[in-house]
């Protein structure tokens, strides 16, 4: 059983456009909340995470809004680039452990 | 290269042999983690180390599994009489104290013919 569940399986977004990925959990446990990109025949890389008391984390083109009572996250990659394509992957942790979601393939069309 | 680093990156070997994969971890990093990843799919978690310690195991790591990390630096995962169903990529990743981060090592994958 997925405590994470992401959405949506892929997308393609145009050069320049936002990509929207969001993940729903039910574990009230879960205490951090990280993203990873992963490329192919790479390992996941942290591209940014938030804990449950924030509402919205920036870094550079990748915003993560947290919305605590609906048990619901989001990632948004703001001015997509060719070079962003890869698959993203959220992930919720309690007691160190991280339960993934099952991803969203982003391609960004040039 | 200070990251996460694991060896042998790809190995194959025929259902029944044994494997086993090392992981270094971060220097400094005390907890180190084992997950794996089929195609398609998130990472699972399999087990992690706080130190030397093995903390927790996931019902995933059926007896054919173990891990040790001895002295609280690298960490080895053995599969014993490796099935199909093993096929995978196995990943490491390692947690500095007191935080939260995870930082992944770029995997082995193993094919099981």
């Known amino acids: 059983q997925q405590q994470v569940k992401q959405s949506p399986q892929s997308l393609i977004v145009q050069k320049g456009g936002i990509s929207i990925i969001n993940c729903a959990y039910e574990?009230?446990?879960?205490?951090?909340f990280p993203w990873y990109q992963q490329f192919p025949g790479k390992g996941p890389a942290l591209l940014i995470a938030?804990?449950?008391?924030?509402s919205e984390k920036k870094e550079g083109r990748f915003t993560i809004s947290f919305n605590k009572s609906a048990k619901q996250f989001s990632l948004h990659i703001m001015d997509s680039q060719p070079g962003d394509s890869a698959t993203y992957f959220c992930a919720a942790s309690a007691d160190y452990k991280l339960s993934f979601g099952a991803g969203t393939t982003v391609t960004v069309r040039a | 290269d200070t990251g996460v680093s694991q060896n042998p990156r790809h190995k194959i070997t025929k259902r029944g042999q044994n494997v086993t994969f090392r992981c270094d971890p971060i220097s400094e990093h005390n907890r180190l983690y084992w997950y794996r990843q089929t195609l398609g799919q998130g990472p699972e978690f399999l087990t992690y180390?706080?130190?030397?310690?093995?903390?927790?195991k996931s019902r995933l790591l059926s007896d054919r599994f173990s891990a040790e990390r001895p002295k609280g630096s690298f960490s080895t995962l053995e599969i014993q009489r490796t099935e199909q169903g093993d096929s995978a990529m196995y990943l490491c990743?390692?947690?500095?104290?007191?935080?939260?981060?995870?930082?992944f090592g770029p995997g082995t994958r193993l094919t099981v013919t």
């Open positions: 990743a390692s947690s500095p104290p007191a935080g939260a981060e995870q930082y």
């Open positions: 938030i804990r449950p008391d924030v």
């Open positions: 180390f706080q130190n030397e310690a093995q903390l927790e």
């Open positions: 574990n009230t446990a879960f205490d951090y």
